[in-house]
């Protein structure tokens, strides 16, 4: 066994020895998508097809890309009781961090060049607690970065030498792959093509389009044909990614890019700032921010031939990111070990060039990658002393639990439920459940009032099901719920509160 194939042993273990140490016993459903894979899963593995079942009538699903739940689907079909199997989905999650581990110490020692580089990039990709935040949510995260991070390696192989049919093809078909487990994968497609056709690579660059297409037809050709399949109500919640998109722009115009990017930008900086600060404060963040930007300058500059693919990744997933009307953090949490390899081979730029380097350059580097070195760790000492990878999983539950518990003891199987957690409330109790919101871009943008929220959101799935219940969690929802109880002709009454929500009764028309 040589020393690589032994540094990568030691990292893979590493990574699944926390995997599996933060394996918690928390509800699914924390977030709308953890329930749906889940829900989605159970469809494949009972035969029913691809296929919403928490909502009445099952429709038929398009806005999910079917990679994770099919992984799930597998296991269920092993496993099939529910919610005993919630803990293998999550050590499943464990066993991909593994993975991630292993191949972004793969990805850095073949850009790279260095042994021990390699080995502390992905060892700090392996504890790091934005990774392991998603890991313990059964969220599609982890299954997508082994899937992206084993696409980028085939990837900048193929940059080296000129890649055979059979390589190309494989490349391209890893890339479809990826897109099928999150849409923003399909970014890969052209970040492999596009230097490929640089380099007059013609034949090898359409292998990879072609094969990519390939994989994601019959997915494409699936979404089409059941574009149609939802009521108008729930098309924001459970429609397609680009319809909602294109949905958001046609009522705002070129106004709703400015409007996102002026959320998204600062949000993202505010949260990268936060992690890599060593001192609190706009002060700090602001230096810390410039150390940053000089680092990933000076890393792009020094892997623009040696990791063309990630790069060309890198800029389009986050031109993405910052244009989508969504909350930015998950999305950067799903590529951070490539953010931190980025960090790190500024460092490594400057160890291995040194001698290039003016000595005011040289000391400005290193005392901006010292400064982010500290930062970064202080905030990983936090974490792991509050646990912050369980934070969100246990304020979920919290949330979660009194609505199931009140389900069970006051509907009957038969009824359908408006709720927040609707994915939850099915999966827990097996009531059919749908949103009490009509999901749009304006929920990022605006400041949507409880009127607006009732009348746009609530009242027009009142009018396409028959409700008996509305469950609510949250003040924007309960402030919605509470006007179509107290306006003139009323829709609701309100029957009971309890522990972080309240029920409402469905008044007869």
Request: a positive charge; proline letters at 6%; hydrophobic letters at 55%.
């Amino acid at each position: 066994m040589n020393r690589w194939t032994l540094a990568l042993l030691v990292v893979g273990a590493v990574a699944l020895a926390v995997g599996v140490a933060v394996i918690d016993g928390h509800a699914v459903g924390v977030f709308h998508d953890d329930a749906m894979y889940v829900i989605l899963a159970k469809s494949l593995a009972t035969g029913q097809g691809y296929r919403y079942l928490n909502l009445p009538g099952a429709p038929v699903a398009t806005h999910f890309p079917p990679g994770y739940p099919a992984l799930l689907a597998a296991v269920w079909g092993i496993l099939p009781g529910f919610p005993a199997n919630l803990v293998v989905f999550k050590a499943l999650n464990a066993i991909l961090l593994s993975a991630c581990a292993m191949l972004t110490a793969q990805l850095a020692r073949d850009r790279l060049g260095s042994t021990a580089w390699a080995t502390g990039i992905a060892l700090t990709s392996a504890v790091s607690v934005p990774l392991l935040v998603l890991s313990t949510m059964l969220l599609s995260e982890t299954l997508f970065l082994a899937v992206l991070l084993a696409t980028l390696v085939l990837g900048e192989r193929a940059m080296d030498s000129s890649p055979t049919v059979r390589r190309a093809v494989l490349i391209g078909a890893t890339a479809g792959v990826a897109t099928l487990v999150r849409t923003h994968g399909i970014v890969l497609v052209p970040a492999i093509a596009l230097p490929l056709l640089w380099r007059r690579q013609w034949r090898a660059a359409a292998c990879v389009a072609a094969s990519a297409v390939a994989v994601l037809l019959p997915w494409q050709l699936w979404s089409a044909a059941h574009a149609s399949a939802l009521p108008a109500p729930l098309e924001g919640n459970y429609g397609s990614y680009l319809g909602w998109w294109v949905r958001g722009f046609q009522a705002s115009g070129v106004a709703m890019l400015f409007a996102t990017l002026a959320r998204t930008v600062p949000e993202s900086g505010a949260m990268i700032a936060a992690l890599f600060s060593p001192l609190r404060g706009a002060p700090a963040h602001a230096v810390t921010l410039v150390a940053l930007a000089g680092l990933t300058l000076t890393a792009a500059w020094a892997l623009a031939r040696r990791a063309t693919v990630t790069l060309l990744f890198l800029g389009g997933y986050l031109i993405i990111v910052l244009l989508w009307p969504f909350a930015p953090s998950r999305f950067l949490w799903g590529v951070w070990p490539l953010l931190l390899f980025i960090v790190a081979s500024a460092a490594w730029s400057l160890s291995s060039t040194a001698r290039t380097w003016p000595r005011a350059a040289r000391a400005a580097m290193a005392a901006g990658f010292a400064w982010v070195v500290v930062g970064y760790a202080l905030y990983e000492v936090r974490a792991v002393r509050g646990q912050w990878w369980s934070s969100i999983s246990r304020a979920g539950t919290r949330r979660i639990e009194p609505a199931v518990n009140w389900t069970r003891a006051h509907t009957a199987p038969t009824d359908i439920v408006a709720a927040d957690d609707e994915g939850a409330i099915y999966l827990y109790t097996g009531r059919r459940a749908v949103p009490v919101a009509s999901f749009t871009t304006d929920h990022y943008l605006a400041n949507r009032s409880p009127v607006v929220e009732a009348m746009e959101g609530l009242e027009p799935l009142l009018a396409e099901y028959p409700l008996r219940v509305v469950l609510v969690g949250s003040k924007r929802t309960f402030d919605a719920a509470q006007y179509l109880a107290t306006r003139p002709s009323p829709l609701l009454a309100l029957r009971e509160r309890f522990d972080g929500g309240a029920a409402f009764t469905v008044l007869p028309r």
